[in-house]
């Protein structure tokens, strides 16, 4: 890496006030530092063992609370997104979306901003809001960051 660039990330949660208006406060100076500057999204994950929903037991492992692990559980309790106001599963497909959009086309593939990525992002959180079952709405977001 070059002394002059800046490498950073930031870690955020759908739900989370602080982290949407950081995000929407961070787009410009990423862009204004381009090839400068490497910027990494984190996101907000859980291992279903802290919920009692993971293990061999699959993400149904937990007797007392069947249904919350299945709402907020994918790949047998592994990544959970807990909440009782969405459905967390639908949060954690979106947030591995976004991942594979970061792997496809961030700063690994020659854009160092991850520009699609921005694009994406952006959108869906526009115009989808805190939908994430909303697959026209997801298609959308898609088809509108490949411009």
Request: hydrophobic share 30%; glycine share 10%; proline share 3%.
């Amino acid at each position: 890496a070059k002394a002059d660039s800046v490498h950073f990330g930031l870690w955020m949660d759908f739900f989370d006030e602080y982290s949407k208006n950081l995000f929407q406060d961070i787009g410009p100076i990423v862009n204004a530092l381009g090839d400068r500057g490497t910027f990494y999204p984190h996101y907000m994950l859980h291992n279903g063992s802290r919920t009692n929903c993971g293990g061999a037991g699959g993400s149904r492992s937990n007797e007392s609370a069947p249904q919350l692990c299945e709402n907020m559980c994918t790949n047998n309790g592994r990544y959970c997104y807990p909440t009782h106001h969405f459905n967390g599963t639908a949060v954690v497909f979106e947030i591995l979306r976004r991942a594979c959009i970061w792997e496809h086309h961030g700063p690994t593939k020659g854009d160092k901003i991850g520009a699609m990525w921005w694009q994406y992002v952006t959108y869906f959180d526009e115009k989808c809001g805190d939908t994430f079952t909303d697959d026209k709405c997801v298609h959308e977001a898609q088809a509108g960051s490949d411009r």
